[in-house]
């Protein structure tokens, strides 16, 4: 029997999902599915999507959810993702939530694990701000980074009110090093039942 793992991990901006998402990935043999990465590669490749994509940001709009929910089916149907995946940044809110719940169902299928990183604000705040001054970022100063933050804790927060009655949420202390928070979530997924791929 081949080990699926149909996983979610959120956190706020400066969590380390990211690097925490490409490690629970490799080490499960699945893939990353992050809307960002793929509204990013539609953009530098000047898809139909890419240019749909640039003109709703370029008028500081965000993504609708059913274009977003479209994208995420159409990657999830690849053969790559047919023995499980790990979302980021997807579903964000309530709404996205239903379309994939929806999507999961018609494949007789549910989300195995959402994976929340546990980062108290002030220390996101701190990253953040680290890693702008590290990469020359002009856009992460302080009150974008709070914006940002307030976006999640009003938006994204709120799904897993959906998703913890199932039983579902593995709450992760996300402080620490970074090989300590990625055997917290490989001890929280064994305990699930989710084996690594061999």
């Known amino acids: 029997m081949t080990a699926s793992a149909r996983l979610l991990i959120v956190g706020p901006q400066g969590s380390g999902k990211g690097t925490q998402g490409v490690r629970i990935a490799e080490s499960y043999g ?23 994509v640039t003109a709703i940001l370029d008028r500081g709009d ?8 479209e994208i995420v089916r159409d990657r999830l149907s690849q053969d790559d993702a047919a023995t499980g995946f790990l979302l980021d940044g997807y579903p964000r809110n309530a709404a996205q939530v239903t379309h994939l719940d929806a999507f999961l169902a018609d494949r007789g299928e549910s989300l195995d694990a959402v994976i929340l990183l546990d980062v108290p604000r002030e220390e996101s705040i701190a990253r953040l701000k680290l890693r702008a001054a590290e990469q020359g970022r002009s856009d992460d100063t302080e009150e974008a980074i709070a914006h940002r ?3 999640y804790e009003r938006e994204t927060a709120p799904i897993l009110e959906v998703y913890g009655p199932r039983g579902i949420v593995d709450r992760i202390d996300g402080v620490g090093s970074l090989e300590e928070i990625t055997e917290r979530v490989f001890a929280a997924l064994a305990a699930r039942g989710l084996r690594l791929a061999a």
């Not at 599915?33 to 490749?45: E, H, L, P, Q, Y």
């Not at 965000?62 to 929910?69: A, I, N, Q």
Request: aromatic share 2%; glycine share 8%.
């Open 30 to 52: 699945i893939p990353v599915v992050s809307t960002g990465d793929i509204f990013r590669a539609n953009i530098k490749d000047g898809t139909d999507l890419g240019q749909q």
């Open 62 to 69: 965000l993504v609708p959810d059913e274009l977003t929910s």
């Open 149 to 151: 933050l307030d976006i």
